[in-house]
């Protein structure tokens, strides 16, 4: 078995020694994925060892990661692996969210449960493997958002130096906190979120800082194992759909490469369909996806959406995302600031919770339903990726009737829940609970 580095644009194809420090194919500029030759096992005794392995107490093997270990095998030495425990996540089922969807039943694969707190710290234990495995010292991202606590948790915990670069001024502040308790160097630049990319891209190589954006080949491995929990955990019985919230989307990549890579290993026999769900603000794989990927994929200039984890206008992964859309027979939909909100709180009054851009997912699944695209008795997953406590000033808002939509628009909020002010009086508080039950 040998993993090497190979452009994802099909015309080029050119690979690379996994070794190799790159972002993208030198030769093209395309994406680059992780391939691996002559890989091929006993599907039922790989099932068989995951099980067990859950027992151990070894830090791979209590991994949600690293538990799959011959899925992603990349690494010659596991002594690189710096584990935070990572994955282990649930598969929530809930009647009320189901009721809400149109649906018989959904289950929630919920991915707020990891350390820091967001999907990221799946792919981000492999990418701080491999920045260690090559010698790095410090590792960067440019991001406001789960990325960057997620990078600066896994690299200070392997003692290398996290160096974070943050529009100035344009700051998700819960995230922003994970990052500076962490211990990121935070470095906040007065221009936008493209301009930085450029300006580290070229620092990273004059420096020799290795890069852990989204388009990091090495993260996408790891997020695909969130792919193999799941069927681990619904003991490999495929879902009909798989649904997740789409932003820079990596996720999709993952998600989708995990699957196919599963049924070609004989792990499953068909692929899940995957729904992609977007916010109504920024929302170009959307518009690209209704085209049926025909003409150029065209970016939004100024992408708006409350859920800040989904608020990219220009979607570096988008090649890979369209790939397995069309690969698993997917669909694309977009919804409002509205339909997020009060999708979230539905999630919430589940005793789940989640953090905006997850919520994507059920006011989608609803709108699908409600189209006949989802049948009423499907098996549908949906991924939440953030933990209700990222964004807590929304939710607040949400419930205060305070929430209002970029284009200014106040969120009625459905599902409200406000706070009653009451007197310092026994007799007056047993009249609010009785009309409150
Ligand atoms: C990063 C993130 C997303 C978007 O994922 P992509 O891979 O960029 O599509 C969605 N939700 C949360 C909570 C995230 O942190
Ligand atoms: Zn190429």
Known sequence: M???LVCFDQACRATYDITEVLYSCPRCGGLLEVDYQDWDFD???????WRERRMNETPLDQSGVWRYRELIPFLNDYRHVVTLREGNTPLLESARAAAYAGLKTISFKHQGFNPTGSFKDNGMTCGVAQALRLGMRRVACVSTGNTSASMTAYASAAGLQPIIFVPHGNIAFGKLAQALEYGALTLQVEANFDEILALVRKLAERLG?????SI????????KTIAVELMDQRDWRVPDWVVLPGGNLGNTAALGKGFR???????????PRLAVIQAEGAAPFYEFAQRRGRGEFCPVRNPETLATAIRIGAPVSWPKAWYEVTQSNGVVEKVSEEEIADAKAQIG???IGCE???AATLAGIRKLVARGVIDREAEVVAILTGNLLK???????????????PSGRRVAGQFANRPIVVPNDPDRIAEVLACGV
Do not use: C, W
């Open 43 to 49: 599907p039922a005794v790989m099932k068989r060892l």
């Open 349 to 351: 009054r589940a005793g």
């Open 216 to 223: 990091n080949p090495f993260r996408v491995e790891g997020q």
């Open 391 to 405: 964004d807590p000033d929304y939710i607040y808002r949400y419930h205060t009737g305070q929430l209002v939509t």
């Open 209 to 213: 800082i290795y890069l852990l954006n």
């Open 261 to 271: 890579e599963m049924r070609a290993l004989g792990l499953i026999d068909r692929l």
């Open 2 to 4: 040998e993993a090497r």
């Open 356 to 358: 905006p851009a997850s």
